[in-house]
């Protein structure tokens, strides 16, 4: 054989196509698998070729050379995932009906024991016929009564095996067919006979209620069949549960409901379970005030002592209502924060949901109408000793609790009063402004006494300083707006004393017999003979005096601008 010159990648693709070929004549299974991805690279036909030997493969499993670890419906399906992997790029999709065949196939391995061989040929014949949607002169596949039978006697002996084979059969109907399902129908009537068995305590069978369990979830509740034959359904099943030492418990029952093709189902179980046991839920009598409905529903759910009962019912109204349990809570503290009714917003935040309290306080602060009533909110809701809240979130709310400590100071410390839009301006600007901001717009801040203000600014907010907190040294920040503030503060009284200084040095020049006077009576105090000369830098005593010295100046006569600056 010829060197194939300038056409060796084609020959190579032979060759290996070749190779793929001998590999499933032999049954050398991983060998051929192994060449498939470098064939789907291939030029030409090869890619076509081999595409057509995979669904070939996959078609007629028992054409296939089979070894005894491996048999020919095992052999299929591993072609099948095989195929799907190489139809994947081009987004071409697999026939349903090929994998559906597969899959019963493969389930009818496990079952060849408890189904006779009858049943599982008309099973398969079913199967093989389709969705009665599909194609408008076809008849609705139906099931023989023993065939429906030995499939709900095969629920109580091998649940799951027979949930997967009731599954397949009903696959197609769910998603394509709009009348009627017999297999459906048939299903439920066994499902109503069998919970009038488990409500009896005289006759309780074995296996009954995982019959009942597998067969709902296979159910799919559609508009297919009459709203009331559900709801029927959803009665029996509550009265079930609800009776006396019954096999059939209810959270076992809500976890077969709880999946896509059941999701309708539980909802309608939701609306039963309102209606039956809580008609109308109880009005919450925390505060005495009257709630909007959902806000009443959600803190009587919360309010009783029973938090399992409270969880189920919260559950239930929040699926029936289309809306996430979290939103109600958050929209249920919100309302009670804008009403001021604290002690209800504290009971509804105290157990499971304390998390979300850091959250909420962030959420509602700009609702407080009052310092009083921002203060009762972080009382309610800031907790140092939490675990578990975020890091930023705890700041947050430790910078908005200095800042209100700043307002409260500032109401003490003005002469005037405050007008209250101006107040709750500042209140609800807590987290975008420093507390120096509220200190210059609602005080004077350069006559302000610089102890007092610093320490305000290193005040700890009021609140349970235990554990972490009680070795802390107060002198010290300990968050970095504290920092800022003292930083940003300190500069303010740097500047305002080098403004001062500049006045009094440009003042000594101005020829002010006060100012001779004072001088005069500084130098007096310097003992005879004693070399020493007074601190440069001034104490707060002198500070004081200096004020003191330049208002009485600036009342006077003086020209010069300096003695017009206001400290």
């Known amino acids: 054989m010829s060197y194939p010159f300038g056409k060796e990648e084609t020959a190579t693709e032979e060759e290996l196509f070749e190779f793929f070929c001998e590999c499933l004549r032999r049954g ?46 095992r052999l299929a399906w591993l072609w099948l995932l095989v195929l799907e992997k190489w139809l994947a790029p081009e987004k ?110 005289a006759s309780q069978p074995p296996g009954v209620a995982d019959a009942v369990c597998g067969a709902l979830q296979a159910l799919c509740c559609k508009a297919e069949l009459p709203e009331s034959e559900w709801r029927v359904l959803c009665e029996e099943l509550l009265e079930t549960c609800r009776t006396e030492d019954s096999p059939l418990q209810e959270e076992r029952l809500l976890g077969c409901l709880l999946h896509k093709a059941g999701r309708n189902l539980l909802s309608l179980y939701g609306h039963t379970y309102a209606e039956k046991v809580a008609e109308r839920p109880p009005k919450a009598t925390l505060s005495g005030k009257d709630h909007p409905d959902p806000e009443r529903a959600m803190l009587a759910l919360f309010s009783t002592p029973d938090p399992a009962h409270a969880w189920k019912m919260a559950f ?14 958050l929209v249920t503290a919100l309302t009670l924060l804008k009403e001021e009714d604290f002690p209800s917003l504290g009971y509804l935040l105290d157990r499971e949901f304390r998390p979300l309290s850091h959250l909420l306080v962030l959420l509602g602060w700009t609702h407080c109408q009052s310092l009083e009533s921002a203060k009762r909110l972080l009382q309610t809701l800031y907790r140092t000793q939490d675990q578990g809240h975020d890091e930023l979130l705890r700041d947050a709310c430790e910078g908005l609790w200095a800042h209100l400590e700043v307002l409260e100071w500032c109401v003490q410390q003005s002469s005037n009063l405050i007008p209250k ?147």
């Open 28 to 73: 050398d299974w991983e060998l051929a698998q192994a060449c498939v991805p470098q064939l789907h690279r291939g030029q030409g036909e090869i890619p076509q070729k081999v595409e057509d030997i995979l669904q070939a493969l996959v078609q007629c499993p028992i054409l296939l050379r089979c070894g005894p670890d491996i048999n020919p419906q």
């Open 316 to 329: 239930f109204y929040c699926l029936s209502n289309n809306k996430h349990f979290l939103e109600q809570i």
């Open 421 to 567: 839009r101006e107040l709750l301006c500042h209140l609800h600007g807590g987290d975008s402004h420093s507390v120096l901001y509220s200190l210059h717009h609602l005080t004077n801040l350069p006559a302000l006494n610089e102890e007092e203000v610093l320490k305000l600014l290193q005040k700890e907010p009021t609140k349970d300083l235990q554990g972490e907190h009680e070795t802390h040294d107060a002198s010290v920040p300990e968050h970095l707006s504290q920092c800022q503030s003292l930083t940003l503060y300190q500069g303010f009284c740097a500047m305002k004393y080098a403004v001062y200084a500049l006045c009094v040095n440009s003042h000594q020049h101005s020829q002010c017999q006060d100012c001779r006077d004072s001088a005069s009576e500084d130098l007096a105090l310097v003992e005879p003979g004693s070399d020493s000369l007074p601190s440069p830098a001034p104490s707060h005593s002198f500070r004081r005096k200096e004020k003191a010295d330049l208002s009485e100046h600036k009342a006077g006569s003086c020209q010069y601008p300096c003695c017009r600056i206001d400290v």
């Open 92 to 201: 071409k999709l697999l026939s349903t009906a090929i994998r559906r065949k597969l899959e019963f196939l493969f389930l009818s391995e496990d079952l060849q024991g408890d189904i006779p061989e009858t049943i599982l040929k008309e099973l398969f014949e079913t199967l093989a016929q389709g969705p009665a949607g599909s194609i408008p002169d076809r008849r609705t596949p139906q099931l023989s009564p023993e065939a429906v039978s030995v499939l709900w006697n095969l629920l109580k002996q091998a649940p799951r095996p027979a949930q997967a084979l009731l599954e397949l059969l009903l696959e197609d109907h769910h998603s394509a067919s709009l009348c009627p399902s017999p297999l459906q129908k048939s299903l439920l009537d066994l499902i109503r006979e069998a919970l009038q068995t488990l409500r009896d305590p």
